[in-house]
C-alpha cells in the first residue's frame, strides 16, 4: 500500500481479555517499529525490527506484550491479559534502514481501550 | 523513558505570528527529527537535522541544532490556522538504537 496501515483502529476490550493489534508496513521497508503513546505524551518505544527479527524488544513493558513479523512484512503486536493501564494509542512506522538515521514513516494507530 | 524535553509544552499564536519550539536532549546524538501529528492522527516526519549541521531550513519551517547545549529548534513563520498540531522532536543516537520522542509542544494557532 501507498503508506503503513494499522487495524484495528479502535479496539475496546475488557480487563484481562488478549489482544492483538496489526501492522502493515509500506512495502520494501526492512525496519519496523512499534510506540505505544499515550494521551498527552511522546510515543514510546516499544520494540522494533529488522527483517523478521526483534532487533531491539527493550521496551516492552512486560512479558504479557509480545510481537512478531514471521515473514518480514507484515507485524502482530499481541497482548495478554490486558489491564487498565494498557488503554493508549499503539503506532506502528516503518523505514527503509534500520537505525536512528532516516525518517520514520507512522500509520494512524490503533487505540486500546480496557475496561 | 523520553530523550527530548519540549518547551513550551503548549503554545498559542495569532495567524501570521511565528512559533518558536525548543527540545533539549541528554545524550549524544546522531541525529535530531521534528515530526508533527494532528489530533487523533499519526505522525508525520517534517525535518531532519544531522549533529555536523547547524541549521537547516524546509519552506516555512527552520531547525537550528546547537549540540554543545544539546538543544534545539524548530521556528515555524508565518504560522497558518492548519499549523495546529503537536510537534515532537526525536533524537538519534549511533548505532541501531530507534529514535526517542519528546512529550512534545501543542500549537495552536488562532485565525
Not at chain 2, 499564536?13 to 525548543?22: F, K, S
Not at chain 2, 549541521?53 to 544539546?70: F, I, N, P, Q
Request: glycine fraction near 10%.
Amino acid at each position: 500500500g501507498a503508506g503503513v496501515s494499522q487495524t484495528p483502529s479502535n479496539k475496546v476490550t475488557e480487563k484481562g481479555k488478549y489482544v492483538e493489534l496489526r501492522c502493515d508496513p509500506i512495502s520494501g521497508h526492512t525496519a519496523l517499529y512499534w510506540y505505544r503513546q499515550s494521551l498527552g505524551q511522546g510515543p514510546e518505544f516499544l520494540i522494533y525490527f529488522q527483517g523478521t527479527g526483534a532487533a531491539d524488544d527493550s521496551g516492552l513493558p512486560n512479558d504479557r506484550f509480545f510481537a512478531v513479523r514471521p515473514e518480514g512484512s507484515v507485524s502482530t503486536l499481541k497482548i495478554q491479559r490486558t489491564e487498565r493501564g494498557d488503554s493508549a494509542v499503539y503506532l506502528c512506522a516503518s523505514r527503509t534502514t534500520s537505525g536512528s538515521t532516516g525518517e520514520l514513516f507512522f500509520g494512524e494507530g490503533s487505540r486500546l481501550t480496557v475496561l | 523513558s523520553q530523550q527530548g524535553e519540549e518547551d513550551p509544552q503548549a503554545l498559542s499564536i495569532q495567524e501570521g505570528e511565528n512559533a518558536t519550539m525548543n527540545c533539549s536532549y541528554k545524550t549524544s546524538i546522531n541525529n535530531l527529527q521534528w515530526y508533527r501529528q494532528n489530533s487523533g492522527r499519526g505522525l508525520v516526519h517534517l525535518i531532519l537535522i544531522r549533529s555536523n549541521e547547524r541549521e537547516k531550513h524546509s519552506g516555512r519551517l527552520r531547525v537550528t541544532l546547537d549540540t554543545s547545549k544539546k538543544s534545539s529548534s524548530l521556528l515555524i513563520t508565518a504560522s497558518r490556522a492548519a499549523d495546529t498540531a503537536s510537534y515532537f522532536c526525536a533524537t538519534g543516537t549511533s548505532g541501531n538504537t530507534p529514535l526517542v520522542f519528546g512529550k512534545g509542544t501543542r500549537l495552536s494557532v488562532i485565525a
